[in-house]
Each structure stands twice: as structure tokens, then as C-alpha cells.
């Protein structure tokens, strides 16, 4: 076909001509179809307008009903697409002990002197620190134990890290890894809903090994960013796991640090795979029918406000509703992050 109003523009090829002229391309397919077809004439595609208009028709009066109906019996409403299978607190925890340790073996030593962590400072040092750490949850783990609550766990650990300050890195990293194998075993004996101490706080077992997943992540941040390697990515059965943990955890979060707000509940919409949908009453009572706040924000960044790895003031975030509420929330998010 030619048009013969607009000289040059040769020869049209039927269906990307036709397509073209109804605006049925794509933006690339459109782009490719002009550079090879030239602009489609205006009067041209004026006149296809009336061609569409006469063949709409409204659809079937059944049509929503039926295609709701067949939705529903493919998936609940509520349930997330893809489903996220639940793992266990110590599934977790493990997963995320092997990435780190797989972290830190890829380090030269060069690379291990360079600083990570305001506090703790350089990478082998933090290492260090954590392998502090394990010991202490080892102790606390002990049934018959008399393990006390330490509430400053930096000073907790200094022993430790004097101890492994002169060893070849490698071994700082072996020391660490043999502990938190010890520990993770130690945790998978016995209920995992036993309370036990954890530096200030009383928790379950199963608390403890989420909160120790949160660490583990957070301070594989740490050494990312001082070492130039790619952040710990978890799966998304660790961030339901962690995320669900976090919304029930947070009336607790908020009365640690004196902030009781009665009768107020706030709607999380948590995005992303491994998020969901939680009405969390503040108080810890029954949640209210209208939440006084929706929150809705990326499940990966919410968790790393818990971490203590972003700040809430940072966070994207959409607020309908009691913005204070929702500030005062989210700048409590953090209390049980442990360094």
C-alpha cells in the first residue's frame, strides 16, 4: 500500500502498517516500525479511529464474576504470589551462618584490616566480637547454666577479641565458625520455646535464632560495603520469617522503650515477596477493626531499619492516616537490633 498525499514514504507492509495505525505497538515495536515504516500519516490514522470505534462492543455482563471466581479458586485471597514456604528459625539462622561464613572466606587478610564497624572496628575484629557472641549464646542456651544478662554485649565480648587479636585471620574465622555451629546445635535441642536470656532481654530459643539471623545479615552488610563484595541477598523464607517476627514483636519493641500508645493499631502493608499484611495493636489487645495508621513500605528495607542499617527518617515509605503514629513507630523499629 501507498500514500500517495506523503511522497516518500513508500511501500507499507499490511499488519505493522495496520497495528501502527491503531496504536497497537509497543513502545520498541513502535519505534522499530516508524524507523523502518516513516510516521503513519495523520489522515491516515485519523480515519482508523471510527473502524475501532464501531467494532467496540461492552463485554459480557458475567465477565468479572467469572473471572473473580476462577482467581479465587486458583488462589485465596490474602495468600501472595508466589506462596512462601515457612522455614524455621534455626533453618534460618543456618542459611544465613553458611552465607556468611562463605562471606569471610573469601577475604584476604589485607582485605580483613580494613575498617567495618564504628564500634567494633576493622573486619577481623568484628569476627572476633561475633564469635564473643556465639559463646555467650552458648552459655545461655545451657539449661543448667547460670548465665547472667549482659546489657552492654560490646563489652561483653572484649575478651574475646583480645584473645583472637593476634591469630592469622583464617583462624579468627575458624574459631567464629566452630562456635556459631555450637550454638546453632545447642539451639535445636530442647523446645524452641523456651525462654532463655539474650544480653538484656528474656526470649524464646526461637527468638534468639531470628534475632541472631538479623545480626548475622546486618554485620554481612558491614564487611560488604568495607570489602567491596555484593550484600548478603536473603531468600525470601528468610524475610517472611524475619518481617513476621518483626510485626509481632513490635507492641514489645515499643514498651522497651517506654512507649506504650493504648488502643492505637497500625496497618503494615509490607511489599514484596516476602512481606504481607499485619494489623499490629500497639498494646498488645486485640487489634482495632480500623487501624489508626496504614503503613505500606518494602519488606527488605523495613527489615534493615530493624537492623539498624537504614534510618527510618530514610525509609520510602507511604503513610495514610496518624502520620505521628506512624513516625513514632518507625523510630522504635530498631530496639532489639544488638551490634
Given amino acids: 500500500m501507498t500514500d500517495e498525499r506523503n511522497p516518500g514514504m513508500g511501500e507499507y507492509d499490511d499488519e505493522p502498517a495496520a497495528l501502527l495505525a491503531l496504536d497497537a505497538l509497543t513502545p520498541d515495536e513502535q519505534v522499530e516500525a516508524e524507523l523502518r515504516l516513516g510516521p503513519w ?48 528459625p534455626a533453618e534460618a539462622f543456618e542459611r544465613t551462618l553458611d552465607e556468611f561464613h562463605d562471606l569471610l572466606l573469601s577475604l584476604s587478610e589485607a582485605e580483613a584490616s580494613r575498617s567495618a564497624h564504628e564500634e567494633h572496628g576493622r573486619v577481623r575484629d568484628l569476627v572476633a566480637h561475633l564469635a564473643g557472641v556465639e559463646r555467650l549464646n552458648l552459655r545461655w542456651l545451657d539449661p543448667d547454666g547460670d548465665a547472667p544478662y549482659l546489657p552492654d554485649h560490646v563489652a561483653a565480648t572484649r575478651a574475646t577479641v583480645a584473645e583472637l587479636a593476634d591469630l592469622p585471620f583464617a583462624e579468627v574465622v575458624a574459631r567464629w565458625h566452630a562456635a556459631a555451629l555450637a550454638m546453632l546445635a545447642a539451639a535445636r535441642r530442647g523446645d524452641q520455646d523456651r525462654q532463655v536470656p539474650f544480653h538484656d532481654i528474656a526470649v524464646t530459643v526461637g527468638g534468639m535464632l531470628t534475632m541472631r539471623t538479623f545480626e548475622l545479615w546486618a554485620h554481612g552488610m558491614d564487611i560488604a560495603l568495607a570489602t567491596d563484595r555484593p550484600l548478603l541477598d536473603l531468600d525470601d523464607e528468610r524475610m517472611r520469617l524475619m518481617s513476621s517476627r518483626l510485626m509481632d514483636a ?3 519493641a515499643l514498651a522497651y522503650r517506654g512507649v506504650e500508645p493504648p488502643g492505637r493499631t497500625v496497618r503494615f502493608v509490607l511489599t514484596g515477596p516476602g512481606g504481607g499484611c499485619y494489623d499490629v495493636p500497639l498494646d498488645g489487645a486485640a487489634a482495632a477493626t480500623d487501624p489508626d495508621v496504614l503503613v505500606v513500605t518494602d519488606v527488605v528495607a523495613l527489615c534493615r531499619v530493624a537492623a539498624a542499617r537504614l534510618g527510618p527518617d530514610r525509609l520510602d515509605v507511604t503513610v495514610e492516616g496518624d502520620r505521628e503514629l506512624a513516625d513514632l513507630v518507625l523510630a522504635h523499629v530498631d530496639a532489639f537490633a544488638r551490634d
Fill in 41 to 88: 500519516p495523520m489522515p491516515l490514522a485519523e480515519a482508523t479511529l471510527p473502524l475501532a470505534e464501531a467494532v467496540a462492543s461492552e463485554p459480557p455482563p458475567d465477565l468479572r464474576s467469572d473471572v473473580l471466581a476462577a482467581a479465587l479458586a486458583r488462589r485465596p485471597a490474602g495468600r501472595p504470589v508466589p506462596a512462601v514456604r515457612a522455614v524455621t
Fill in 250 to 252: 513490635l507492641p514489645l
